[in-house]
């Protein structure tokens, strides 16, 4: 589920603190907390059900193989610490996707992609800083010369300072960088400031209309904030990681530098430039001096061109009928959510590590079924909390065996948690432009999986997947059990989830597939 408020979780995260208050009222009155099966929890095994010993019709030997406990071990390696919050891109979100591969490939599954692959791959752009090959040389008239690293000796304070950039100049000391600090003859130079802790953008700005080729500010004697490695690190970091943008956006804007350097090393530059010995703390060059030293920074970005290679996960399963089989019910989840932050992992448990296993549960029921009429996409997609990309990426240039054309999206997204009776779905009657028979086919069957207490999820119809797939003109549906406390928070972790729930939601949607595969899907 896309954060709307990408910008400022915490801010979202606050108000749900509502939702919180409901939650906690549903277990007051009685209904029992997400508890882990019990053998699992302790990571015991779990015994396997044969499948050929169920009695029943197809559709209940498949349903049997749903089960909590399965789900509960997938989601375990899903949602481990291990993958650190599967952000697009993250090498923890390949892995995830092999995982998803291996069990296609066991279960028999074709691969759903181009070029015989299960992985179909799309582009992003993405500009990491390569912060170790970020660097500073000063030269002195004297010859006394330093190399600085970025990220050590200094550090770049705005997510905009991205980008593959030399820039070489004189230093000329300008005070503390207010308006009147600029002289003339700072132009195209590098200008120097010290830093009383005011005014740090309003800084940056001032320089740059005074055109000078950048700026360095170090701390002041008396600088009493944060030391520069806490107040950038959070930056720095994301800088490293990148930003995740879909391709052909606006270009980017010219980066003006800005380094804010370690006083040590700032006093460094000063004594190159003639500080006395022993001068006192507070001593500075004159306003407007030329201070005798040339320094060339340079920075680059760690990927070619500033892209990246994205996958979704897609595993084919043919229909039986000669012409329905070209018809294509796409099944969805995302398999992404948004890594880490400093120490804090965003394991994502539910969001969507229950979508993402429950889909690897219908690909064993359907395993299990055997083919229906029509054909079965299940696509497990990334780049969701970057704003719905992966599915974007698919639903601009979807690729289908020969001859195949989608006919309906069933999407999956947060689907482990709150009232064990209820989920919300869209979209409802209310959203007219949107409505569709899957609605009615989702109503047939709820209670049969004990959803007695069915909710609007309109107001997330534009936050997920199925958004994406609907621009194909094709009917969706969207199931979902909720926000909570713990969305898009580090505390959204596997025990929490009840797995009986996530096991009941999909196989509604098994049953739901089943129901649709003889009848037309109309809008
Ligand atoms: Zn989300």
Not at 13 to 30: E, Q, S
Request: aromatic share 8%; charged share 25%.
């Amino acid at each position: 589920m896309i954060d709307l408020l990408r910008t400022s979780r915490r801010t979202l995260a606050g108000a749900l603190v509502a939702g919180a208050v409901v939650y906690a009222a549903n277990f007051a009155a009685g209904q029992s907390p997400a508890v882990a099966p019990a053998a699992l929890a302790e990571g015991g095994a779990v015994t396997p059900v044969d499948v050929d010993e169920i009695v029943g019709t197809p559709l209940e030997r498949a349903l049997a193989t749903i089960r909590p406990e399965n789900i509960f071990a997938d989601l375990s390696f899903i949602a481990s610490d291990e993958m650190h919050g599967r952000d697009t891109p993250s090498p923890e979100l390949l892995i995830a996707a092999r995982y998803i591969r291996a069990r296609l490939q066991r279960l028999g599954f074709q691969p759903g992609g181009p070029l015989g692959s299960y992985f179909y791959e799309y582009q992003l752009a993405h500009s990491p800083l390569a912060i170790d090959r970020c660097e500073a040389t000063w030269t002195a008239t004297d010859g006394t010369t330093a190399t600085l690293q970025a990220g050590r000796d200094y550090f770049f304070a705005s997510v905009g300072d991205a980008g593959d950039l030399v820039t070489s100049g004189d230093l000329v000391f300008c005070g503390y960088g207010r308006r009147a600090d600029f002289p003339d003859n700072a132009r195209g130079k590098w200008a120097l400031c010290v830093d009383n802790g005011k005014g740090r953008g309003q800084r940056s700005r001032t320089a740059s209309q005074a055109g000078v080729a950048g700026l360095i500010t170090f701390p002041a004697h008396d600088y009493e904030g944060e030391s520069y490695t806490e107040r950038f690190g959070g930056v720095m970091s994301m800088l490293e990681r990148g930003r995740v943008s879909w391709p052909g956006g606006r270009e980017p804007r010219e980066i003006f530098p800005s380094l804010f350097m370690t006083r040590e090393r700032g006093l460094a530059l000063l004594d190159a430039a003639g500080r006395p010995p022993g001068a006192a703390e507070d001593w500075m060059p004159e306003q407007g001096a030329e201070l005798g030293v040339n320094l060339e920074e340079r920075r680059s970005l760690a990927t070619q061109g500033g892209m990246a290679t994205l996958e979704n996960v897609c595993g084919f399963w043919p229909g039986k009928d000669p012409e329905r089989s070209k018809e294509v019910v796409i099944l969805s989840a995302h398999y992404d959510h948004v890594g880490v932050s400093g120490d804090d992992i965003y394991n994502g448990a539910d969001d969507n590590g229950t979508g993402t296993c429950g889909l690897l549960a219908l690909a064993e029921a359907l395993a299990t079924y055997g083919p229906l009429d029509r054909s079965v996409l299940l696509i497990w997609v990334s780049g969701e909390e970057k704003g719905l990309l992966g599915s974007k990426a698919w639903a601009e240039n979807p690729w289908l065996p020969e001859g195949c054309k989608p006919v309906a999206n069933i999407n999956i997204d947060m689907i482990g948690r709150n009232d064990p009776t209820q989920i919300l779905y869209t979209p409802t009657e209310k959203l007219e432009q949107y409505y569709n028979d899957l609605a009615q086919v989702l109503e047939r069957h709820a209670a049969s999986e004990g959803f007695t207490n069915l909710g609007s999820a309109d107001d997330y119809y534009h936050r997920s997947d199925q958004a994406s797939f609907e621009t194909l003109g094709i009917p969706v549906m969207f199931l979902f059990a909720d926000v909570h406390e713990d969305y898009h928070q580090p505390s959204d972790t596997v025990e929490k989830i009840d797995t009986d729930k996530v096991a009941r939601v999909t196989r509604l949607v098994l049953r739901m597939l089943v129901d649709i595969d003889d009848e037309a899907i109309e809008r």
